[in-house]
DNA sequence: TCTTGGGTGTTACTTGCGGTAACCGAAGTG
DNA sequence: CACTTCGGTTACCGCAAGTAACACCCAAGA
């Protein structure tokens, strides 16, 4: 370790600190994906373990730090996605299309998203029931079922049905896409079309198969 | 290989054992979630974690055992459900609530089938990328486009469409209960009549909020 | 009979990771 | 100069996965 030859007392402010770690955490996590230790987070930052305790306090906290990095950089795209001035359909396969590209563009760091690797809390009582896995898809069911509710007009209990339809719309993306992205069954685009298709109710309006089953 | 039944020797016969040995490490999921300790499965059964390891190999072999019972279970309830004699939309509301009824049941097996505690495997090579969660929601997603592909008539590419519907409504209910159960925002019945909305083109349907969308 | 051998099970260990305690040395300041 | 105060380290604890080596029991086989 070379004594570093600050010119004069540059006391970098911490919060730089901060961000180079998380800078650090992210290539290794985009190597290693979710299970980075904290080991090599530390060594890929040129230090040691404790200082990474010192700033995020436990693995957790960086995950999360981490976490919301990423987050907020993909809903900034979603968003922009979801409020481009075009037809429904158009906007809402333009969101789709701009997820897919994200988790395709980085599988890594999606998986990290989506499976932040158990905590491991003791939990005390242990009907911690609640606590599930993945933030970034709360974050996302919660933005889109805004956006549901302030640009569609769906009557009485409308609040209720934009927040189910945006948390289950998200599932759908999130459930597609974690399938398309490890079996490769089709093109991005041929997914889009599919999955907006169901939303537009093709399903419904499908006839029953030819020779229909007695039951 | 005498397939001789030995009477009077009670020895059980290594698949009872077996049998055993997953009802205890059932009780213990039941109890601690996904995060259940090989010690402490060992301990319920009465016994040390060799023993385990003798018979499932790892823990990652456990719990695709454990996994492939409820997997099993919870498919057959399904089939039960999608396979009944009514009206495409009452069986599609009867599968989301057996499936939800399932999570609001055993919410902590639930969320060992979801998140099956990351393997940890070294992975060799690194760029493991396919290999993502839950076995689960794989395989209800291709029982069910299996389903869709059966009894709905489509058109062409039915057989693509069928499969990315059948991963999308799979990641929708997901999704979906995943929150449901964190939050309990509404009974399952409203719960289970939003999603079947949704799935019937309710989103396509309805109109633009009065005061349209100016962006 | 003694011995062999495949079941059962055990104790005791290694490895690796999350997390922490205690110490080190080079500023900056009276 | 002493004295704090950071940014940093080494060395450790606890715990869980996984393993090695040993111990017991009971059915044969010569």
Redesign the interface.
């Known amino acids: 370790m070379e004594t570093t030859q600050q010119a004069a007392g540059q006391q970098r402010p911490a919060d730089q600190r901060r961000r180079e770690l998380l800078e650090a955490a992210d290539r290794v996590v985009l ?5 980075a230790s904290m080991n090599a987070i530390a060594a890929e930052a040129g230090i040691t373990k404790p200082i990474l305790y010192r700033h995020f306090g436990d693995k957790g906290g960086l995950y999360r730090a981490l976490a919301k990095r990423h987050t907020d950089a993909l809903l900034d795209a979603l968003r922009a996605a979801v ?1 481009a ?1 075009a037809e ?2 158009e906007r809402v396969e333009a969101t789709l299309d701009t997820y897919l590209a994200a988790i395709e563009a980085r ?2 760091v999606y ?1 990290f998203l ?2 932040p ?2 905590d ?1 809390q003791p939990s005390e009582a ?1 009907f911690d ?5 993945a933030p970034l ?2 974050r996302l ?1 919660e933005e889109l079922a805004k956006v ?1 509710y ?5 009557g009485p209990g409308s609040e ?2 934009a ?3 945006g ?17 490769r ?2 093109s991005r685009a ?2 889009v079309r ?2 907006a ?14 020779g229909g ?1 007695g ?1």
Chains 1, 2 share one sequence.
Do not use: K
């Not at 029931?129 to 896995?133: A, D, F």
């Open positions: 190597r290693d994906g979710p299970q409020d001035p429904r359909r599988p890594q998986r989506m499976h690797a158990e491991t242990g029931v609640g606590r599930h896995s898809l709360r069911g549901i302030d640009r569609v007009d769906l209720q049905l927040r189910v339809w948390h289950g719309i998200v599932g759908m993306m999130h459930g597609a896409g974690d399938w398309w992205l490890s079996e069954p089709c041929e997914l599919c999955l298709d169901l939303l537009w109710g093709r399903l419904a309006a499908a006839s029953d198969r030819a089953p039951f």
